[in-house]
């Protein structure tokens, strides 16, 4: 097959099939997000019995976690300070995780309980009293690798 190459100017990415080398049964049922590392390691978010799937670059399967933490994942933000922020629609809650076993640094809203749509009533319900958030993101995210160096990238979608 081919290289496909996609994007333009210093934004060209190589599609690569089956990169990704589960675990012998394992599957992704709906990738929500996908966000990489400063070691370009790739966490795939997803809505299947394992939430958080890890890789190193090459597709090579190195952890997982989150199992039956997060009813329908959907969003990814890398975070400045080995972080990831984590957005669960089906949950209604944000967290920031500690990237290497996903423990549970700060949440953002309460698990379960949505504010009523279009009550001006504020998503965030509730914050964990250790620290407070700067930033969140909710964009949905993709990953490719660079066409030039095979280097995986977050692009936003």
């Given at each position: 097959?081919?290289?496909?190459i996609v ?129 969140r993101s ?20």
């Open positions: 097959m081919a290289d496909i994007g333009s100017g210093d934004y060209k990415y190589r599609i690569i099939e089956n990169w990704a080398k589960l675990p012998s049964g394992w599957s992704f049922k709906e990738v929500g997000a996908v966000g990489t590392d400063k070691n370009d390691n790739v966490y795939v978010f997803n809505r299947g019995e394992h939430p958080m799937m890890v890789f190193d670059r090459n597709g090579n399967f190195l952890r997982s976690w989150g199992e039956g933490q997060y009813p329908r994942a959907h969003g990814v933000h890398m975070g400045p300070d080995d972080s990831i922020y984590l957005t669960d629609d089906g949950g209604s809650f944000v967290r920031k995780c500690r990237l290497e076993d996903g423990k549970v640094l700060l949440e953002l809203g309460v698990p379960g309980k949505p504010a009523p749509y279009m009550s001006g009533e504020p998503f965030i319900a509730a914050l964990t009293p250790r620290c407070r958030p700067r930033a909710t964009s949905p995210t993709a990953t490719a690798t660079r066409a030039s160096t095979n280097t995986p990238r977050t692009a936003n979608c």
